[in-house]
């Protein structure tokens, strides 16, 4: 099955400054790429995701890239706030049936 | 549009009982995935159902088990519980089709003493 490897496991950043958090995964087919913001006591919200045949998208603050020969995807955060502070995972897909996570990233943004 | 509910939100039980927990998915989603989540191993798949058939299966224990409704309302089982099954168990459903975005319940914090 599909192996996905989440980089860093925390991170601690300034407010305003940006933040970025990489993956990678194992399997070619792999097609469909979310990202989820996981809150204290909730459960995760999807923030973004990136389909296989997109190198790049964009939302706001936060924009997801995808490098298909490499087989890594980051999300990037810019102009960071406090409530951006939470557990950010990555995911991949290549039947929808089931999804492989990444283990977490904890991000903290500093005041 | 209502949310992906589950229910209930915290439970404690004690070593060698079951446990039923249940899940509502959005109106109009008829897939449905539970994972545990745990500080250690992160997001680890239990199982997935569609149409009232578990489709795929995570690498977990007998103990473990799930079914799906015709609603697509779905309920996990866990019986002989262990002090290791105290978890978060999460619930997501999604429209099915190909890979498509998931949507999280809550979850379920279970304490097992």
């Known amino acids: 099955g599909e192996n996905v490897e989440q980089h860093p496991s925390t991170l601690s950043v300034q407010e305003g400054d940006s933040a970025v958090i990489k993956c990678t995964y194992s399997?070619?087919?792999?097609?469909?790429f979310p990202w989820y913001k996981q809150e204290l006591g909730k459960g995760p919200q999807l923030i973004i995701d990136?389909?296989?045949?997109?190198g790049e998208k964009k939302d706001q603050r936060i924009a997801v890239t995808l490098n298909k020969t490499a087989k890594h995807f980051s999300l990037h955060i810019t102009e960071t706030q406090p409530e951006d502070s939470a557990v950010y995972f990555c995911?991949?897909?290549?039947?929808?049936?089931?999804?492989?996570f990444g283990t977490g990233t904890s991000l903290t943004v500093i005041p | 549009k209502a949310g992906v509910t589950q229910t209930p939100r915290y439970l404690i039980k004690t070593r060698g009982q079951q446990v039923t927990l249940s899940c509502s998915p959005i109106?109009?989603?008829?897939?449905v995935s539970w994972y545990q989540q745990t500080p250690g191993q992160g997001l680890q798949f239990l199982f997935e159902?569609?149409?009232?058939?578990?489709?795929n299966k995570g690498n977990f224990p007998g103990r473990f088990s799930g079914r799906q409704f015709s609603n697509s309302r779905s309920e996990m089982n866990v019986s002989t519980l262990e002090l290791g099954d105290s978890a978060l168990y999460l619930c997501?459903?999604?429209?099915?089709?190909?890979?498509?975005?998931?949507?999280f319940g809550p979850g379920t914090r279970l304490t097992v003493l």
């Open positions: 997501a459903s999604w429209r099915a089709g190909g890979a498509n975005e998931q949507f």
């Open positions: 990136i389909r296989s045949n997109v």
């Open positions: 159902y569609f149409s009232e058939t578990q489709r």
């Open positions: 995911a991949a897909t290549y039947t929808g049936n089931q999804f492989y």
């Open positions: 109106s109009g989603h008829r897939s």
């Open positions: 399997d070619s087919a792999s097609n469909y």
